[in-house]
């Protein structure tokens, strides 16, 4: 199937613990986002990549880094994690001259204990 | 810093009734605004968007208005289903920047 996903679907950890999510997106889209949802349900942007580079960086801690091997995978990496990091993260992509038109990915529930 | 809003409470209405979701911006009118349906647990997925020189567009049983006098946009679905329940977001789009600015959202309920 073309999509857009996301693991884990659901990463439970430990305050200052170092964790990852991936994503793919085989819509053979230049862009690719990484979002986070918090839980009054407001979607923030956070990272914006075009062909492996770095096209928006939202005020994000220094503790995340999201990293794009080749375009069609944006990773997120997440150092000393907070409980306020707690969140749903989600991957998004959108092909060009579409006026962003966003396609999401599944999900990603972050509890940070 | 640009603000939007929708409506904060849930819509609920009856099955085949119009749902009228409200988006309301401040500042100054973007180059894009999206329209997006959240289920719960799911991603946000694409419905529509209507560009800044469009009034109206349509697909199927949506309907979407952009008022850049009023800073509106208006999402309508006719005949509604209960199938249509889930989380609408609007989605601001201005060309400086090349992100989206969403809304919170708002909750639609159609009862059988």
């Known amino acids: 199937d073309t999509a857009v996903s996301q693991t884990p679907k659901y990463l439970v950890t430990q305050m200052g613990n170092d964790k990852s999510i991936k994503c793919e997106q085989n819509?053979?889209?230049?862009?690719m986002y990484w979002y986070k949802q918090d839980s009054k349900k407001f979607l923030k942007i956070m990272f914006s990549?075009?062909?492996?580079?770095?096209?928006i960086n939202e005020t994000v801690p220094n503790r995340f880094s999201p990293k794009s091997p080749d375009k069609a995978h944006l990773n997120l990496h997440i150092n000393s994690l907070e409980l306020g990091d707690s969140a749903v993260y989600f991957c998004?992509?959108?092909?060009?001259?579409?006026?962003?038109?966003?396609?999401f990915g599944p999900g990603t529930r972050l509890t940070v204990t | 810093s640009q603000k939007i809003e929708q409506n904060s409470e849930a819509l609920n209405i009856q099955e085949g009734k119009t749902a009228t979701l409200t988006c309301n911006y401040t500042?100054?009118?973007?180059?894009?605004l999206q329209w997006y349906r959240q289920d719960p647990g799911r991603g946000p997925v694409f419905l529509l968007l209507?560009?800044?020189?469009?009034k109206e567009k349509r697909k199927e049983r949506l309907k979407v208005t952009f008022d850049t006098t009023l800073k509106q946009s208006l999402f309508h679905i006719t005949a509604s289903q209960p199938a249509d329940s889930a989380t609408y977001l609007c989605?601001?789009?201005?060309?400086?920047?090349?992100?989206?600015?969403f809304g919170q959202g708002t909750e639609l309920s159609v009862k059988p």
């Open positions: 500042n100054y009118s973007p180059a894009y």
């Open positions: 209507i560009r800044e020189n469009e």
């Open positions: 989605a601001l789009v201005y060309n400086q920047g090349g992100k989206l600015i």
């Open positions: 819509l053979g889209h230049d862009t």
């Open positions: 990549y075009n062909n492996k580079e770095l096209i």
């Open positions: 998004a992509s959108s092909p060009r001259d579409r006026g962003l038109e966003q396609y």
